[in-house]
């Protein structure tokens, strides 16, 4: 599986941001899809995920502000960001893994290259 993250870009804080990670494959529907973030200077962080059946889970941080989807017919995965903070400023990373849904890392078979979202205050 090849993963293509893309939608970044720089916003002002309250704006609203979708990323999108495309991904090659005829087995796309059965992976989970996660979407992990990396700020400078920190290591990189779990956000969200979206397993084979539809079930999401967030981070604390982002409850009710983000909202992951996927498209399974389109191969695709989308991380909607609302009510961006400064503190959302890092680089997003889009994921896939064939066993169950997870929020470690080490978890995730395939990664996409990220995508850098930069939130002005």
């Known amino acids: 599986v090849q993963l293509q993250a893309s939608g970044g870009g720089l916003v002002q804080a309250g704006d609203s941001l979708r990323l999108s990670c495309a991904a090659s494959g005829r087995t796309f529907s059965s992976y989970a899809m996660g979407w992990f973030r990396q700020a400078p200077g920190k290591e990189r962080e779990f956000v969200g995920y979206?397993?084979?059946?539809?079930?999401?889970f967030y981070v604390d941080s982002v409850k009710g502000r983000f909202t992951i989807s996927r498209d399974n017919a389109k191969n695709a995965v989308y991380l909607q960001m609302n009510s961006l903070k400064p503190e959302d400023t890092a680089v997003y990373y889009c994921a896939a893994h064939r066993g169950a849904a997870s929020d470690r890392m080490g978890d995730y078979d395939y990664w996409g290259q990220g995508t850098q979202v930069t939130v002005s205050s």
């Open positions: 979206v397993n084979w059946t539809g079930y999401k």
